[in-house]
């Protein structure tokens, strides 16, 4: 490889390496929804350039997870309830359609593989501390992961990649109350049960399941906690 060649091909190595940085702090809630960022700012955090860092900009503009605003800024985007409705509604469709195909198609070993990774997941039990739940919901992208490639649908995979790698989906164990995240684990096991019967009808009702009760676990967060009911005083008779 020539120098020119060379140089080109460590200026995008070094901008993956910045998106994978800005989607990580974005995703951990490090860089706040409508918060604005500047290649100044994630140069100098990163100890970079500003050209790889405003490619890695560019690209998460085009994946959703930044906003561009002309002659104001790049902004973290932020998610308001339509949004996440239409999110989860789309990876309903799509993840229940993989998931079926999955099922028809899952082996033993890809279902070993599957318990041994909620065996992990459950290891602590529902402990909710920021570094737990940062390992659950690694270990939680591998078992989605391992799913997806078993249905062989690589271009439905592709979409459904696009729409789970958001981040307000990648945040969701962080909204979970602990009977939430007790539950997202009895649905995984239900889900290696339909796997381990081949039962695509099965598998799809309880991915289908699963996802609607992510979906309101992240609805009632974004519509923020419920307002205390006021007591009401009766007038003396």
Known sequence: MGAPAQ???DAGSVARQAHAYIRARVTSGAFAPGSRLTEEQLARELGVSRTPV??????LVADGVLIFKP????????WNPEDVAQLFDLRLMLEGEVTALA???FGSAGIEALGAIQDALESRGCDQSPANLERIARLNREF???VAEASAKPRLV???ANAIEMPIVQQTFRRYTPAQLARSFAHHRELIDAFRARDSQWARSVISCHILAARHACLDGAAGPAAEPKPTTRKPT
Do not use: D, K, P, Y
């Not at 405003?54 to 690209?59: G, I």
């Not at 002659?71 to 932020?78: D, H, L």
């Open 144 to 146: 989605h992961r391992i």
């Open 103 to 105: 099922a028809a198609r």
């Open 158 to 160: 592709a979409m459904l």
């Open 71 to 78: 002659n104001v800024g790049t902004f973290v985007g932020a």
């Open 7 to 9: 140089a080109a091909a």
């Open 54 to 59: 405003r490619e890695a900009m560019r690209m």
